[in-house]
């Protein structure tokens, strides 16, 4: 078995010695990262939890909601997609499925992580026991094609167990067959550089602006480390809704956008031409000529 999208992806990592990877959770979002030039995307669970339910990424989000954002994207969009898939959604009969689905609906790969989600305890952070994560990751690779991407998260350094157990973690994924792994919660450089230099594994690190990484460290000192992939996962969710809060709240106030125009695509066109509306009406209207 093959996947096309995955050998793309594949092919696209190859030939970049650094990658960055933007987070989208819909259709627009997918096709404007797509526009300004990514060649690959990322769906993000937390931004999608936040649009489609309105609820934090506390595991609300079912396989379902996941499998219908990901045929969405896919369906309009051509660069590949590496998607969140949480935990698994459950243990490692479940991951299999979940790594099977993902690949059917046409994603190229995606992210499994080592929490406990949803949380026993709503105020404590927890991971899964390695003998219990490892196997889901295996349970995945073995679901899907030699050609579709795992990417393994743990949690264990955001949750406070150590950078020492998330490069044991990942080492050990390596085994259960993971492509890309990152750590989570990097809290200083030297763990950062501690990461690159124990990794045997390629990786991916979080650039979330909130993060240490992402908002302290400048992007050219992670490349000149051992890093492949640069996740920013929610920044377009962000952005849309900084600029949502500024047109909308203006509208309340005002009752006009005029002073907010700014904010805006203008003319309107450009988002009718990205999603087809021109060229799909001269693509089919010389049908009825005949």
């Known amino acids: 078995m093959s996947n096309a999208h995955a050998q793309d992806l594949r092919k696209i990592l190859s030939e970049n010695k650094f990658l960055t990877l933007p987070g989208v959770y819909d259709c627009l979002s997918a096709k404007i990262a797509e526009e300004a030039g ?111 991407i795992i990417v393994y998260r743990t949690c264990a350094n955001l949750y406070n167990f150590g950078v020492d157990e998330s490069i044991r973690r990942i080492n050990l994924a390596v085994e259960r067959g993971a492509d890309y792994a990152y750590v989570d919660g990097i809290k200083s450089m030297d763990e950062l550089k501690k990461i690159s230099d124990e990794a045997r594994i390629p990786l991916m690190v979080n650039l979330n602006e909130k993060g240490f990484v992402g908002g302290n460290v400048p992007i050219e000192q992670v490349k000149a480390l051992r890093y492949t992939i640069g996740l920013f996962p929610l920044s377009s969710m962000l952005a849309a809704a900084q600029g949502m809060i500024e047109v909308l709240g203006a509208l309340a106030d005002q009752g006009s956008t005029l002073g907010v125009r700014d904010k805006m695509t203008d003319p309107p066109t450009r988002i009718h031409r990205m999603m087809g509306q021109f060229s799909l009406v001269e693509k089919y209207a010389p049908y009825y000529d005949n």
């Open 38 to 148: 990514f060649p690959a995307l990322f769906l993000s669970g937390g931004a999608l939890a936040y649009s489609v339910l309105g609820r934090p990424d506390f595991g609300f989000l079912s396989l379902a909601e996941f499998g219908t954002a990901i045929q969405h994207i896919v369906s309009s969009c051509r660069a590949p997609l590496l998607a969140d898939a949480d935990n698994g959604f459950g243990n490692a009969i479940q991951a299999a499925n979940t790594g099977a689905m993902y690949e059917q609906l046409g994603a190229a790969g995606l992210q499994i992580d080592d929490k406990v989600l949803p949380a026993n305890h709503p105020a404590r952070d927890e991971i899964i026991e390695w003998e219990l994560m490892g196997p889901k990751i295996q349970a995945v690779r073995d679901s899907v094609s030699d050609d579709f």
